[in-house]
């Protein structure tokens, strides 16, 4: 619950009672830490200082934390989805890492991924493609997107 906490207080813009919140998720005292909880808590205080300014820390804290959680091309916890999509929102923002990004969007949103959980990721790859310059691959996306967020609140 102190995860969440953590990512709702960071959605909200309260990076200090985030930070908090993570690091209680983590606390000694509570048992052992699963593997894939401390690393979203690792990868959300990699959030924590993106909203402090530090783009690079940010970045390599996500990466880090993604990688410990067990984040892979296809393997995406509902842990780690809030922290992994602005891993990928952060890589499409430098262009030496946007086909990374790219990439990593593509092989999560392969065509077989209907379920409206996953409409963000749709739009992000639509904004990574136009920034790119692939223009036919950024209208594809985003009519995606739109088809997917247009039953989002039915799916619930």
């Known amino acids: 619950a102190w995860y969440w906490r953590g990512l709702l207080a960071l959605a909200a813009g309260d990076a200090g009672r985030a930070e908090v919140f993570l690091h209680r998720a983590v606390a000694p005292g509570d048992g052992p830490v699963p593997r894939a909880l401390a690393g979203a808590v690792q990868a959300g205080e990699g959030w924590v200082r993106l909203a402090a300014g530090d783009t690079a820390g940010a970045l390599a804290r996500l990466e880090a934390g993604l990688r410990a959680a067990g984040y892979g091309d296809q393997t995406l916890s509902r842990l780690v989805r809030p922290t992994a999509i602005l891993h990928v929102r952060l890589l499409a923002r430098r262009p030496e890492r ?12 392969d065509g077989s991924l209907d379920d409206p959980v996953w409409v963000a990721w749709w739009r992000e790859l639509g904004d990574a493609l136009a ?21 989002a609140d039915r799916a619930r």
């Open 98 to 109: 946007r086909r990374e990004a790219i990439d990593r969007l593509r092989a999560i949103t």
């Open 131 to 151: 920034a790119e310059g692939d223009v036919r691959g950024a209208a594809a996306a985003r009519a995606r997107y739109a088809a997917l967020w247009a039953r």
